[in-house]
Structure formats: structure tokens, C-alpha cells
């Protein structure tokens, strides 16, 4: 009964994971959708005894274009956490970043959703007063911060829960009983030099591996860490179940793949814990496969 539950729960997570695009979408919609109805009833509450001389239209228009420039600006925040991601070794620098990155999202938000409420108050033969710009810009940067920072966390928060579901989804079978294969003996550290030093890297804390030239750059928490080497070379002395490799050009950490992306060309991208993306070309691509969900 137990294995059954786990293969209902497996099944259910790999149906998330083949539609998820369109359930990311719907949620994203059902979250805006209902910011727009909770902010229109919380300001209609406010207005109930119409003493502010408004109607209830005009806020149902001014928290539809804030909340739909919202949404339209979405791509814009994951675009630029694609480039500056919260991850170790530089999430100080892209935090503060971000921090700058809030006043150019709060200006278009705040020019959008007014361009937005002026051409619907001219459409019903009226004019629409933002107000003292100066005062009101500050007054939604201190409301597009806030919201800035939770888009950011939920992105976060749901990419977690991702990791945590695609793992259930490529959880190994269990090893076929025979008799144990001798063990092959790997390095579990590489001596590497760099800037005029010479530093241990553990072989358990690389995450990803990418050609360059006669060396190769072990990535790692952030850090770069050249090897002389050769890729082929390289991933005979790695272990088979731990790493794969993907391209000609990179080798991948199979614990730190978050996310196996297909695209239309017949490659695929992986995402990594930490944000980074790594192009799969076709050559590796069921090689990939085979090593992240063994049969």
C-alpha cells in the first residue's frame, strides 16, 4: 500500500511537471486576479458611504492597472534575476543589485498603470489627476518595494518547492541484488592553482564543469577554479553516478540539477539550484536522461 501511495504521488508530480508551464501561468494569473478583487474591496470598504466623492468604476480601474502592470513587469523581474540570481559567492552584490533595480520597476509600473488610467477616463469623457508627481512617485516606490521584494520571494519560495518535486520525480529504482562491483578508485579533491596559489577543491562541491581551451573551469559556491585538463579526460575520473555530461563543452553535477528544460530545436537547458543555466545539445541529451531516471 505504502509503494502504491509513492507511485500515485510520483505519477502525480511527473503530470505537474509535464503541464507545468500552463499551471504556472494559471497560478500566476489566479494570484493577480485576486490581488485586483481583494484591493478593489478593501478601497470600495473604504469609500462605502461614497464621502470621498468617488465611484466604485474608478477603483476597480486604478487597482486593474496597477495590478496588470504588475503582471506585464513580471517577465522584466525574471529576466533580471536570470542575470543577477540570489545565489552563494554573489548574493550580496545582486542583492544590492535588485535593490537599485526597484526604482526603474517602481517608474514604469507607476507610468504604465497612469498611462493606462488616463486613456479610460478619456474614453468615458473625463481626465484623470495622478496627483503631485513628485510626492506620489515616492508614495508607490515605497509600495512597488514591498511588492518587488514578494514577487522575488515567491519566485524563490516556488522554485524550491520545484527542486523538492523534481527530485521526486527522478528518484533512482532500487539496485538490482548481484554481486557488488569492485570499486574504482577517484580522486575526491583536485590540486589546482590560481592567481599564483594553489588550492584543494573537493570533488563533492563542484557543481558544474565547463571547457576552456587546455583547461578546464571548475564552478563551485560562486567560484571559478581552472584545471589543466581535458573534458573526456576529466569525466573518466569523475564518477559516472554523480556527474554527466552534457555537451561537448560542460559537465553537470546531477545532485544540483534543478530542472531539465526541452526546447523546439531538439536540445534541452538545465537549470541548476543556484539559477545557472547550462545548454544540453542532442548529441548528450538521452545520456542525460538515462542517468537522471535509470530505468
Not at 466623492?53 to 504588475?70: K, N, T
Not at 517602481?106 to 484623470?128: C, K, N, P, Q
Not at 563551485?220 to 579526460?233: E, F, H, I, N, W
Request: with cysteine; charged share 20%.
Amino acid at each position: 500500500m505504502a509503494q502504491s501511495n509513492w507511485g500515485r504521488k510520483v505519477m502525480a508530480a511527473q503530470g505537474y511537471m509535464a503541464h507545468r508551464r500552463q499551471i504556472e501561468v494559471g497560478l500566476w494569473t489566479l494570484f493577480f486576479s485576486v490581488q485586483w478583487l481583494a484591493q478593489f474591496a478593501v478601497a470600495s470598504l473604504e469609500n462605502r458611504d461614497g464621502d470621498r466623492g468617488f465611484q466604485s468604476w474608478e477603483f476597480l480601474v486604478w487597482e486593474g492597472s496597477s495590478i496588470l502592470m504588475l503582471a506585464l513587469l513580471l517577465p522584466l523581474l525574471l529576466a533580471w534575476d536570470r542575470h543577477f540570481p540570489l545565489q552563494k559567492g554573489v548574493v550580496g552584490r545582486n542583492l544590492a543589485i535588485h535593490l537599485l533595480l526597484t526604482l526603474p520597476w517602481s517608474l514604469l509600473h507607476v507610468v504604465g498603470m497612469v498611462a493606462m488610467r488616463t486613456a479610460i477616463y478619456h474614453l468615458e469623457g473625463g481626465s484623470y489627476n495622478f496627483g503631485h508627481w513628485p510626492a506620489e512617485l515616492f508614495y508607490e516606490y515605497l509600495k512597488d518595494f514591498r511588492t518587488y521584494c514578494l514577487l522575488l520571494g515567491i519566485i524563490y519560495l516556488y522554485r524550491f518547492l520545484l527542486v523538492q518535486l523534481q527530485r521526486k520525480t527522478h528518484l533512482p529504482g532500487r539496485p538490482e541484488v548481484g554481486e557488488p562491483a569492485a570499486p574504482v578508485k577517484r580522486p575526491e579533491r583536485f590540486l589546482v592553482k590560481k592567481l599564483g596559489k594553489e588550492f584543494l577543491v573537493n570533488v563533492q562541491d563542484i557543481e558544474w564543469v565547463e571547457a576552456a581551451g587546455n583547461y578546464v573551469n571548475l564552478h563551485l559556491s560562486g567560484r571559478v577554479y581552472p584545471l589543466r585538463d581535458t573534458m573526456a579526460k576529466l569525466l573518466d575520473r569523475l564518477d559516472p553516478d554523480s556527474f554527466v555530461r552534457v555537451h561537448r563543452s560542460y559537465i553537470v553535477r546531477l545532485n544540483f540539477i534543478a530542472e531539465i528544460e526541452p526546447l523546439e530545436s531538439g536540445d534541452a537547458r538545465i537549470h541548476l539550484e543556484n539559477g545557472q543555466q547550462i545548454p544540453v545539445s542532442r548529441r548528450y541529451r538521452d545520456q542525460l536522461r538515462a542517468q537522471v531516471a535509470p530505468a
